[in-house]
């Protein structure tokens, strides 16, 4: 079973936009926050945007200005829209949602990743 489905990953030239979308299973209850991250190949996960339920977002400095991360009221979706994409941009994205079980224990969820490409 898939916990998370990412789509619109792909081949872009620089200064254009991709719009990331992912939609988390029904059976996730409680999810209080929804983020994209990215893998540069090599390295390790890093946060490219967040969304909590409360509304509060925060951003990497890398995408400020440019990423804009949005979640629809109600829906277990998010969304990342890039603009200005830029060659550093190219990496695997990935959802991520995490779900509260009790006062203490949280559950992560991800998605299998998406591929994002910036090139000329």
């Known amino acids: 079973q898939v916990d998370l489905v990412e789509s619109g990953g792909g081949l872009v030239q620089p200064g254009g936009s991709l719009r990331l979308s992912c939609v988390a299973s029904e059976a996730i209850r409680n999810i209080y926050t929804m983020a994209w991250y990215r893998r540069v190949s090599g390295n390790g996960r890093e946060l490219v945007a967040q969304?909590?339920?409360?509304?509060?977002?925060t951003y990497d400095d890398s995408v400020k200005g440019r990423f804009t991360i949005s979640r629809e009221t109600g829906k277990n979706m998010v969304d990342l829209q890039m603009n200005g994409l830029k060659p550093e941009d190219t990496a695997v994205y990935y959802c991520?949602?995490?779900?509260?079980?009790?006062?203490?224990?949280?559950?992560?969820?991800w998605g299998q990743g998406t591929q994002v490409t910036v090139s000329s």
């Open positions: 991520y949602a995490g779900a509260r079980v009790s006062a203490m224990r949280i559950d992560n969820h």
């Open positions: 969304i909590d339920t409360d509304g509060q977002i």
